[in-house]
């Protein structure tokens, strides 16, 4: 699915899929959900959501008749960590936001750097066997 949202473009065939959400229910029960987070290459998240005509996304028919449907819901970097949190397992959530650490002596932070300058990184976080994290806290340390 292709949108563009405040002048921004929203693929789901371009961006990369982190994770997905389904509560289960049949397609004939109105508050059935399927959910999927997606990042851009640009660092942007969004979410891919079809749903009963109960949900957030349902669409409308007529005046007063809804059916389900499908919507493109570009989020906040918080707010796809708290879908994450909600509906995704642990390592699923770390292997898209990094190793949470409990004693708060790091901070998650975003970059928004080159493809072949990330590989690089990846690369050689890799080859050395270590976090991309500790590698890149080591080259600025």
Same mark, same amino acid.
């Given at each position: 699915?292709?949108?563009?949202?405040?002048?921004?473009?929203?693929?789901?065939?371009?961006a990369?899929?982190?994770?997905?959400?389904?509560?289960?229910?049949?397609?004939?029960?109105?508050?059935?959900?399927?959910?999927s987070?997606?990042l851009?290459?640009? #660092?942007?998240?969004?979410?891919?959501?079809?749903?009963?005509? +109960?949900? !957030?996304? %349902? =669409?409308r028919?007529?005046?007063? *008749?809804?059916?389900? #449907?499908?919507?493109?819901?570009?989020v906040?970097?918080?707010? +796809?960590? !708290?879908? %994450? =949190?909600?509906?995704?397992?642990? *390592?699923?959530?770390?292997s898209?936001f990094?190793?949470?650490?409990?004693?708060?002596?790091?901070?998650?932070? %975003?970059?928004?750097?080159?493809?072949?300058?990330?590989e690089?990184?990846?690369?050689e976080?890799?080859?050395?066997?270590?976090?991309?994290?500790?590698?890149?806290?080591?080259?600025?340390?």
């Amino acid at each position: 699915m292709k949108k563009i949202i405040n002048g921004k473009v929203y693929d789901t065939d371009k961006a990369t899929l982190k994770g997905t959400y389904s509560n289960a229910g049949s397609w004939r029960d109105f508050n059935h959900i399927e959910e999927s987070l997606y990042l851009k290459r640009t #660092g942007e998240f969004f979410l891919h959501g079809e749903g009963g005509p +109960a949900t !957030r996304y %349902a =669409e409308r028919v007529d005046s007063n *008749s809804w059916s389900g #449907g499908s919507k493109i819901i570009p989020v906040s970097f918080k707010d +796809a960590q !708290r879908w %994450a =949190e909600e509906h995704l397992t642990a *390592s699923e959530y770390e292997s898209i936001f990094g190793e949470v650490e409990e004693d708060d002596s790091k901070v998650l932070t %975003a970059f928004n750097l080159t493809r072949a300058t990330v590989e690089k990184l990846r690369r050689e976080s890799q080859e050395r066997g270590m976090s991309l994290s500790a590698l890149v806290e080591e080259k600025l340390g």
